[in-house]
Structure formats: structure tokens, C-alpha cells
């Protein structure tokens, strides 16, 4: 999960959890409860890709390759 998908959880979690009233699905479904579900895996989200996006970075490959040019002789 990069970044903006975790931006997204967290803007979407923080619109169900102030936004909207809790009981307009009916009592079955918290509203609040969900969005604060998704402002948690948003902000978790958020610090394993500060945390762990420099660690994808680092796959170089060192070989070196080497090809010359010659034409074949006629």
C-alpha cells in the first residue's frame, strides 16, 4: 500500500467518522466505528511507507556488461 492509498483510508476515515451521523445505516452499522478503522490501516499505511519505501529503492544490480561494436570482416 503506497502512500496516496493510505491518504485515501485516512481522508475516507476521518469523512465517516465527522461527517456523517453515526446512525444513518440504521443501529446494525457504526459508521463512526468504521471510519475510525480506516483512519488506523491509513495512518499505519502511511508510516510503512515512510519506513520501509527506502528499502525498496536499494535493488541495483552492480554487473558490469561489456560489448564492443566490430563488424564482421568480409
Known amino acids: 500500500m503506497g502512500v496516496g492509498v493510505s491518504i485515501f483510508f485516512l481522508t475516507l476515515g476521518a469523512i465517516l467518522r465527522f461527517a456523517i451521523e453515526p446512525d444513518v445505516f440504521g443501529s446494525a452499522v ?39 561494436n566490430n563488424p564482421p570482416e568480409v
Do not use: A, W
Open 30 to 68: 457504526h459508521m463512526d466505528r468504521i471510519g475510525v478503522i480506516f483512519m488506523i490501516v491509513g495512518g499505519v499505511g502511511v508510516i510503512l511507507s515512510i519506513v520501509l519505501g527506502p528499502r525498496r529503492g536499494h535493488t541495483s544490480d552492480n554487473r558490469l556488461m561489456h560489448r564492443e
